[in-house]
């Protein structure tokens, strides 16, 4: 992948995790990364504005995502690209963007977010911005998904330039090796894997199956293993999933029979902060047709990738039964409901179901934002 056999191209996207999507976030900036025999190189850094959907046809990715995610335009708009939290999917959509977009085909595609380059930066040290800031492990996240807002209100091409600035001086001091040790560096970057920030797809299939069996390749498994994956995304075009609290808990009966009961409950907290309303109405506003409550409501798609097989009984929102769009990823039976979440509240989601009593420990993938979820888990665990 490093280019051995001649240089390869690489899509590399900087997921703005503050507006939430399935493998992260929107993709607010991006560069092309070559890699020849060994030796890497950031050759086009733009962002978002800079990638049209006019004229975009989507690519197949089979009747299942057809039916789950048609409705987004998913393969054809780059904002809502990556709405699966199959970042295989995400990745090939990229590629076909792009290749739409410029005529060059890619040999792949990365992710990353703030929150990853954060863990890069305490080890090579700071960085400074266009403007002459200095950027560093310890306030990246704030200036890139919370400030930036604040200082360029009204100028979103200041604001994106900025954004741009950072994920070019982080990527040029790394490659360059200006700071950290190399043992460090690659600590920074097992940690942002492990947590689904840094995600890679090679087009090259045995590549993609060796990726695949990695954190790397972030993959929604198809596995019977018991699975509770909780995906929110972004509903509103605001970036209000900064201050977004969770906590997921996942309970089954014991292991008795071919079936039994289980719970799924998601909590979401909009810790939007007082006066937040005074900011620029795309930070706190919303976009989306029928919007109703105060500026800093939330609205999220929060989807339930349950265990293979398993089928829902119930679900509700604060206790009042709810409604949830059914669907197929990978295996699992996805359960989507639309949840609006106003200033300071939280909102708890109840999914209520049966599903096979089957081996193995029970998986709860966490979905890579700002802050960390936290979870719960009651699922024994059976033998074959």
């Known amino acids: 992948m490093l280019g051995a056999d001649g240089p390869r191209n690489y899509f590399l996207a900087f997921q703005t995790n503050a507006e939430a999507r399935g493998t992260g976030g929107l993709v607010g900036a991006y560069g092309i990364l070559t890699a020849d025999q060994g030796r890497i190189s950031l050759d086009t850094l733009g962002s978002n504005r800079d990638l049209s959907n006019r004229g975009k046809v989507g690519i197949d990715l089979g009747s299942e995502y057809s039916e789950q995610y048609d409705v987004y335009r998913s393969t054809s708009v780059w904002a809502n690209s990556n709405a699966s939290a199959h970042f295989p999917y995400a990745a090939q959509i990229w590629m076909s963007l792009w290749e739409q977009e410029t005529g060059q085909r890619l040999d792949g595609a990365i ?208 206790g009042v039964p709810a409604t949830a769009r059914v669907a197929t990823e990978r295996s699992h039976p996805v359960y989507t409901v639309d949840v609006q979440i106003p200033p300071g509240a939280t909102k708890k989601l109840q999914y209520n179901l049966t599903e096979p009593t089957a081996p193995g420990r029970a998986i709860v993938p966490v979905q890579p934002l700002v802050e960390p979820m936290g979870t719960e888990i009651n699922v024994p665990q059976c033998s074959n």
């Open 111 to 318: 992710a990353t977010d703030p929150v990853a380059l954060s863990y890069l930066l305490k080890v090579a040290g700071p960085v400074k911005s266009a403007t002459g800031d200095t950027v560093d492990g310890s306030n990246v996240v704030r200036l890139t998904e919370s400030e930036v807002y604040l200082r360029y209100p009204d100028d979103q091409r200041a604001r994106k330039d900025y954004l741009q600035s950072i994920s070019s001086a982080v990527v040029d001091k790394i490659l360059r090796g200006g700071g950290g040790s190399t043992t460090g560096l690659l600590g920074a970057l097992g940690r942002a894997a492990s947590e689904g920030r840094l995600a890679v797809w090679s087009s090259s299939p045995g590549e993609a199956e060796v990726l695949a069996a990695t954190p790397l390749g972030h993959t929604v498994p198809e596995t019977d293993q018991p699975y509770a994956q909780v995906v929110v995304n972004n509903a509103a075009g605001n970036k209000l999933e900064y201050y977004l609290g969770r906590q997921v808990g996942y309970t089954a009966g014991p292991c008795v029979g071919p079936v039994r009961a289980s719970t799924v409950t998601v909590d979401l907290t909009n810790n939007v902060p007082a006066g937040g309303p005074d900011a620029p109405s795309y930070v706190y506003g919303r976009i989306d047709r029928g919007a109703v409550g105060p500026p800093g409501t939330s609205r999220l798609l929060v989807a339930l990738n349950a265990t293979h097989g398993a089928e829902l009984l119930s679900v509700t929102v604060d």
